[in-house]
């Protein structure tokens, strides 16, 4: 157990680099900026008066050195900067942007796992059947379709043709369903293919062999015994998939108008608002480390087999 | 190889050959000339693919986004496999700490942010261009040349043939070309292909997000984003640019699954 604890500490100090290299990435996006980011922010008419203003305000008056810890200390405090015309604090609009996209995210993923689990079992326990055919095409149609067509095609379908859910909008189920299978399509189709291999692999086990021969009927064979461990790697996959969820609202959010934080990133870069772009990927990025931290975490607690490094 | 390959390998075939020779299939002109009277028009017989919501040939904007689709796909592959079989072959050689900070550090930070993320934030910073774009995906790309061959640098290199090279007075940078390289060549291949449908999908999101190439080239995803306005009333504004990125994506896919079950004894039936 001390072992186990002790591989745990390990994994949770993993993250500290990895989060420090995520905040200096972001801090250093700024300087990437061609030219001079304070006069791309004012306009190319506003007078040097403008500009030194904009210039303070980003903070890019002083040596990098002391940007970098006034980065980190405004980061802390929660002062993630102001946008120059509204003057909105920046770390509110992500506060209030956030919960949507995790909604959505949420959504997606008991979508993709309610698809992608009795498909992917089916297609193992009946391989070469009508269901194993019928993965295989779910799974290229899904990581072939971009998310930008497929949403439209939905909407076309299911809101204008059929009239059974709403064009956009947000707010209850009716909203939630067509941008969630959206943004569940290409993860449904990886997460389908990773139960099936993962499933035929352990039929293929001394265990299954036995519970056979003792006389337990398939679906007993399948259910309790199968499913239990053929399912440990599709967690880890699932914790995973969940960031690439998030790097996928973005366009999701976008085609359905989803008022999340990756639609609120993309509106951030064509008002040029510097800080809050920085935000939103700050925030998506973190969301995404965590939860694969996370992951990592439950997998080690559900497979005893994973051993301490 | 399986007919999947081959059919992957034919429509791929297609796609190049039509970005290469666009401007003979249809002039930019046709690219280009707005007809505002006759905006959103369904497919008819002069325009098989409609028009769009400025009333420009569809079908001749779909045969030149295949140009930035290619381009952008070919060179971030060309990039990011160069650089990644540098870094991963150098790591792998190297050992040591080096190979600690290279591949237990700088490829977990590039692993532990979502790829388009990055992708996004450099080019929000950057400007919008071709070159920022091929860039920021070229950046996020090629850890996965590395890790590879990095794997197969500490795999080849405990080969006989290789220790027999040594002891004959070949140098590290002998070995590598003609021993460690020449071996690792066929998963490259399948990474490349794979990389190749994945560069075209980012292209065309990036697109969509206002991130792509600049006006007047048509690309793919832009149309999409371009028309949005128009996706219920003239749905075929969407739905030809979307089949064309989904062909070309599963094309690339198809080549690389394909030669990778034909690399991979245990995959092959029994």
């Known amino acids: 157990m001390r072992g186990f604890a002790f591989a745990l500490l390990r994994r949770l100090l993993i993250v500290i680099p990895v989060l420090w290299a995520v905040v200096t990435l972001v801090f250093l996006l700024i300087h990437i900026v061609p030219g001079d980011p304070a006069r791309q922010l004012v306009g190319e008419n506003a007078t040097e008066e403008q500009v030194q203003t904009a210039r303070v305000e980003l903070g890019l008056d002083k040596p990098l050195g002391s940007q970098y810890v006034d980065y980190w200390r405004g980061l802390v405090r929660g002062d993630w900067g102001i946008n120059p015309v509204t003057r909105q604090p920046v770390l509110k609009r992500i506060v209030s942007r956030y919960p949507s996209t995790i909604e959505l995210a949420v959504a997606a993923m008991f979508i993709a796992t309610l698809i992608s689990i009795p498909l992917g079992v089916t297609a193992a326990t009946h391989r070469g059947s009508f269901v194993d055919s019928l993965s295989t095409l779910v799974a290229l149609l899904g990581i072939s379709l971009p998310s930008f067509a497929l949403g439209p095609l939905l909407v076309l379908i299911f809101s204008v043709n059929l009239g059974v859910t709403p064009v956009s909008g947000i707010g209850g189920i009716d909203n939630l369903i067509l941008p969630a299978f959206t943004l569940a399509a290409a993860m449904s189709a990886f997460l389908t293919r990773i139960v099936r291999s993962s499933v035929l692999e352990e039929l293929n086990e001394d265990y299954v062999r036995t519970a056979r021969a003792k006389g337990l009927p398939e679906r007993t064979v399948i259910y309790k015994h199968v499913l239990k461990n053929g399912l440990i790697p ?39 608002d510097y800080k809050l772009t920085q935000g939103c990927i700050l925030v998506i990025a973190a969301t995404y480390v965590l939860v694969n931290t996370a992951t990592d975490i439950v997998y080690r607690f559900l497979d005893p087999r994973i051993k301490v490094e | 190889m399986s007919t999947i390959a081959k059919s992957g390998f034919v429509v791929a075939a297609l796609l190049v050959l039509m970005a290469a020779l666009s401007p003979l299939l249809a002039s930019w002109e046709r690219v280009q000339s707005q007809d505002l009277v006759s905006r959103l028009d369904a497919p008819d017989r002069s325009h098989p693919m409609g028009r769009d919501q400025l009333g420009r040939d569809e079908l001749a904007r779909i045969i030149y986004g295949a140009r930035v689709s290619m381009l952008v796909g070919l060179s971030v592959v060309t990039i990011s496999s160069i650089v990644g079989v540098l870094i991963g072959s150098f790591s792998g050689y190297a050992g040591g700490w080096v190979d600690r900070i290279v591949s237990g550090f700088l490829f977990n930070v590039f692993l532990s942010f979502p790829g388009i993320l990055l992708a996004i934030a450099m080019v929000a910073f950057l400007g919008p261009s071709l070159r920022n774009l091929v860039v920021a995906l070229s950046v996020i790309g090629w850890v996965g040349y590395a890790r590879l061959m990095r794997a197969q640098v500490l795999k080849v290199r405990e080969y006989d043939f290789v220790t027999a090279a040594r002891a004959l007075g070949a140098n590290n940078v002998r070995i590598l070309l003609k021993h460690i390289l020449p071996n690792s060549i066929q998963p490259l291949i399948v990474q490349a292909s794979l990389g190749m449908a994945g560069a075209i999908l980012a292209e065309a999101g990036m697109s969509f997000l206002g991130l792509g190439v600049p006006e007047p080239i048509p690309s793919w995803g832009k149309m999409i984003d371009d028309s949005r306005e128009f996706w219920f009333t003239a749905p075929h504004l969407f739905i030809f640019p979307g089949v064309m990125i989904a062909l070309a994506v599963l094309a690339f896919n198809f080549i690389g699954d394909g030669l990778r079950e034909k690399l991979d004894p245990r995959q092959q039936p029994r």
């Open chain 1, 234 to 272: 599709v967690v880890t996959v699932l914790g995973l998939q969940f960031g690439v969820l998030l790097a996928g609202a973005i366009i999701t959010e976008r085609v359905f108008s989803w008022p999340g934080v990756g639609s609120l990133l993309v509106d951030s870069i064509s008002e040029r």
